[in-house]
């Protein structure tokens, strides 16, 4: 039996090579499931242990003045390693500074097979979002009480190790096979392991029964429930048993929540009688719950599917593991369904054939074989739940771009994985559900392309209807960018490895027309060069466009304006490049096409394959016909430039008004349901309806209160001393702003969201708060400290005394519920930029009717904005907290007061930032008090 000795080292950095050394060497030795020997030890270092080493390991100077030297310690760490097989988290660290420091010393290096759980993690537990050691533990429930601690790491290591080689054990056999043909290429040498349990594990009569086999690869075996319906009682005295007894049954602490219930009846009146209802639901009305309910029951009582659409994939996400659990608990009987676009599933066609090729390092095979294991779990084929690597799911040669489905090489039942499609299953599932979730995304794609992936006629609720228009705006419009060709000189082959050119010859060869695809090959490479040199001189003429400093710009792309001729010009001989290379791409395919009778299904497949791409050819043309070569008045173009990589120059059509298009094609067709917190300015609805094509039309509207207390739970300052920033020089309004951040931090011990309107703004305050402010706090800055918006939330929510700096994304969709947020700050009042192109093309349609556009567009959009930012600070009836507006013209312009007006009832404190201050600590001592703060 092989034993394995699990490794943790503590070093004083990264590099032997720039004098670092161990500190902490732990071993635990592992035979079978059990662990059969523990060494620990301290290191003493010849130089001293850095701070942060300290601050990070906790092991201090004092600890180590009388531990052993590195050499004294050698012959223990043989003994350990010696005939036994080395396993570490992040074995490639661990393994090379260990035996870097060996030879130093003078001593053999350790040559053993080696085994990283990093690796092992990453495949056989391919949905986690994260596979470092701390997040394992915590997920695992591994005993790990000393992170950064050798001996502690080495143990949640071994007892992660026991649970992996378990986890491969319990695969079924096919699957096993396929891992180890791919772990050639792995860095953990686990090939013997694999041996050992393909023979231990054989052939397993449940392999068939709990997974479906097919073609070698093992998939999760779907089982269908099915509940008997029930005949239906009328909504309110089923509603009244809902409150009364199933809610405070499901929930342990349920408290009735009226406007909830209000909300209730007004979108199950709308759907019955067919009609458009406008609801802006206060936070914490719990409306998502107020929607599902009545949907479910009118799904269920008419036989008729209502369709819920949220603004991101993220929401449906959270819908379909939070919310409708809850409603199958009251509804035993409905049938929900989640529904996604066809590229966010994996095509299994696909990834068979990839499969099938020969290994080409460690990243394909590692996401060859997390797919397998995913395979054996997946109920959906999401590919979001997979946490491929980075590089393996970004970009169009990406490998989640070489597995997803696509519509043009989709061969129906032609395909021999048509019954197990998972795109397809979705659909069909559909087809029976009560509930069909889906995302704006999709919902405005299908309307577009006319797909007919949703139905067209049965009731649909839109939530988060504040983001309608832009994301509607988004999906009537097209893109052109260079990544769009990189699929077409990597894929195909030009100027890469040719492995689908190859496949494609191969094919070729096999139907006896060699000759004449190989003259076709040459003319495809030659149409591929010329469109790659026109390519190349429409990003020069772009980037010529940029007339200021900055890396990044955005301009305005006049069509018919005389300084865009020379880009017209080109852009005109890059279509007519991409026409020749399309018509030689159609040749091919039709003198292959003509044999595939007498292909076999794979031969069919690169075929398939091969009209793909040209479809790829031409959506691109099309796309370049559309943002630079024609003519529309409804629409606006506009150039993003990146002066610093011209491959990320993109250029963008959009229509300049989304109202008479969705009112033509969605809500004169169907009963609506528009449901946000934040839809009304001054209480009214007027903006939304002009913007969404409802004015004029009789819809209902309905604004719901927030159930919280405003009034007892928040204050609203506006320090009367903070400048404008048009007033003074902006070095001397980031220093004011930054002095106040600093001040006001203090009071509140951090807990402080502040939301700004600029990147540039952001930066330069962050860079001066740090200075002010004392230690022991922690600043996160978005765009600054790194990560995305998820991970620097969670860090703000674990961190005590963190402020975190937010643009953009940050003013919604955010939720950081009780202590960790006391305090908001609003640096200025979110209007949207005037030279942003569809805000401007906009602004100009408005005006040429007469109209202010400032009244009619900015100003409402940025109250609408504004009600989304205040709504981070209170989330639950125990939260607390201050507001802190430190934009002046809310209280100093005639258009302010809308901004007051569109808060719920909250006391505002007026007069300089010292008299704020004194309030705010009266008014947080206070809460802590009255124990608010403690139920917190």
Not at 79 to 108: P, Q, T
Not at 174 to 187: A, C, D, G, M, N
Not at 554 to 569: A, K, L, N, Q, Y
Not at 728 to 756: C, D, H, Y
Request: a negative charge.
């Amino acid at each position: 039996m092989d034993t394995y000795v699990i490794v943790d080292l503590e070093t004083t950095g990264h590099s032997v090579k720039s004098g670092d050394e161990l500190i902490e060497f732990a071993a635990v030795v592992v035979q079978g499931s059990e662990v059969i020997e523990r060494y620990s030890t301290l290191i003493r270092p010849s130089r001293p242990i850095p701070p942060f080493i300290t601050q990070l390991t906790t092991i201090t100077n004092q600890d180590v003045a009388e531990a052993p030297t590195f050499e004294e310690v050698i012959p223990d760490i043989w003994k350990m390693l010696d005939g036994r097989i080395f396993v570490a988290h992040n074995v490639s660290f661990d393994l090379n500074f260990l035996n870097e420091s060996l030879e130093l010393a003078g001593y053999i290096p350790f040559q053993g097979r080696a085994i990283d759980t990093v690796e092992l993690a990453r495949i056989l537990y391919p949905t986690l979002e994260s596979h470092a050691l701390e997040s394992l533990a915590e997920t695992f429930n591994l005993v790990h009480t000393d992170a950064h601690r050798a001996l502690s790491d080495a143990e949640a290591t071994a007892e992660l190790f026991v649970r992996l080689v378990e986890r491969l054990r319990a695969l079924p056999l096919v699957t096993l096979k396929q891992l180890r043909r791919l772990s050639e290429s792995w860095t953990s040498n686990v090939e013997p392991l694999l041996d050992e349990l393909i023979i231990q594990v054989g052939i397993r009569a449940d392999d068939e029964t709990t997974y479906d086999i097919h073609r070698k690869i093992a998939l999760r075996r779907l089982v269908d429930t099915f509940e008997p319906a029930v005949e239906r009682e009328p909504f309110e005295p089923f509603l009244h048993r809902t409150i009364e007894e199933t809610l405070p049954a499901l929930f342990g602490q349920f408290e009735p929540r009226q406007s909830q219930f209000e909300m209730m009846r007004h979108v199950y009146k709308a759907l019955d009688d067919e009609a458009t209802l406008l609801i802006e639901a206060g936070t914490g009305t719990g409306k998502t719950l107020a929607y599902l309910i009545p949907s479910a029951h009118h799904a269920l009582e008419t036989k008729r599917p209502v369709v819920v659409s949220t603004h991101t994939i993220q929401l449906q996400e959270q819908l379909l593991t939070r919310d409708l659990p809850i409603l199958k608990a009251i509804f035993p009987e409905v049938e929900f369904t989640l529904l996604k676009g066809r590229r966010n599933y994996i095509d299994l066609r696909k990834f068979e054939m990839i499969l099938e090729e020969a290994n080409e390092g460690l990243l394909p095979a590692m996401c060859k074989a997390m797919v397998l294991v995913w395979l054996t779990e997946t109920v959906t084929g999401d590919l979001e739940e997979l946490s491929l690597p980075g590089a393996a799911s970004q970009g169009p040669a990406s490998f989640k771009r070489l597995i997803q489905a696509d519509a043009a090489s989709d061969f129906g039942r032609f395909d021999p994985w048509y019954s197990r499609d998972f795109f397809t299953r979705a659909v069909l599932r559909s087809k029976e559900a009560d509930i069909i979730v889906t995302n704006h995304a999709l919902l405005f794609s299908d309307l577009q392309h006319q797909a007919g992936i949703l139905p067209t006629d049965t009731p649909l609720i839109l939530d988060e209807a504040h983001q309608v228009e832009e994301v509607a705006s988004h999906h009537f419009g097209v893109t052109f960018d260079a990544i769009q060709f990189d699929r077409l000189f990597k894929w195909f082959g030009y100027g890469a490895d040719g492995k689908f050119h190859s496949r494609v010859l191969g094919l070729a060869d096999l139907t006896a027309v060699a000759e004449e695809a190989e003259a076709f090959s040459k003319a495809t490479d030659q149409a591929l060069a010329r469109v790659d040199d026109e390519l190349n001189d429409l990003l020069t003429a772009l980037q010529s466009l940029g007339k200021k400093r900055e890396q990044r710009q955005t301009v305005r792309f006049e069509r018919e304006g005389e300084p865009f001729r020379p880009i017209r010009e080109v852009a005109k001989r890059l279509e007519d490049r991409l026409r020749t290379l399309r018509t030689t791409l159609r040749q091919l395919h039709r003198l292959l096409d003509e044999h595939k009778e007498h292909m076999t299904f794979k031969q069919r497949a690169v075929l398939g394959d091969l009209k793909a791409f040209i479809g790829d050819v031409r959506d691109i043309e099309s796309v370049l016909y559309e943002t630079m070569l024609t003519r529309d008045d409804d629409a606006v173009s506009w150039v993003e430039l990146n002066l610093a990589n011209r491959k990320l120059t993109s250029v963008y059509t959009q229509p300049v008004e989304i109202g008479p298009l969705l009112h033509e094609r969605l809500f004169a067709k169907r009963p609506t349901v528009l449901t946000s917190a934040t839809m009304t300015v001054s209480g009214r609805f007027g903006f939304i309806e002009r913007r969404l094509g409802l004015d004029g039309e009789d819809v209902r509207r309905v604004v719901l209160a927030s159930p919280f207390d405003f009034k007892k739970q928040a204050k609203l300052f506006v320090p009367s001393d903070i400048p404008l920033i048009n007033e003074v020089p902006l070095p001397r309004f980031v220093e004011q702003i930054a002095g106040s951040i600093a001040q006001i931090a203090n009071v509140t011990k951090g807990r402080m969201l502040v939301l700004f309107t600029s990147n540039e703004l952001l930066r330069l305050t962050h860079e001066a708060v740090k200075d002010q402010l004392d230690e022991g706090y922690t600043l996160l800055a978005q765009g600054v400290s790194g990560g995305s918006r998820s991970r620097l939330t969670k860090q703000f929510k674990r961190i005590d005394q963190s402020i975190l700096f937010g643009t953009a994304s940050f003013w919604e969709g955010v939720d950081i519920p009780g202590e960790a947020l006391t305090c908001l700050i609003i640096v200025r009042l979110p209007f949207a930029p005037p030279d942003q192109p569809v805000m401007q093309a906009r602004s100009e349609k408005i005006e040429a009717t007469g109209k202010s556009s400032f009244f009619e567009l900015s100003l409402p959009q940025a109250v609408i904005r504004f009600k989304q930012g205040v709504g981070r600070l209170i989330r639950s009836k125990e939260d607390y907290g201050a507001i802190f507006v430190f934009d002046r013209r809310v209280e100093t312009t005639r258009y302010g007061k809308q901004f007051i007006n569109s808060l719920p009832a909250v006391d505002r404190i007026d007069g300089p930032l010292e008299t704020a201050l004194a309030e705010l600590e009266l008014f947080l001592d206070e809460k802590e008090k009255t124990g608010l703060g403690n139920q917190r």
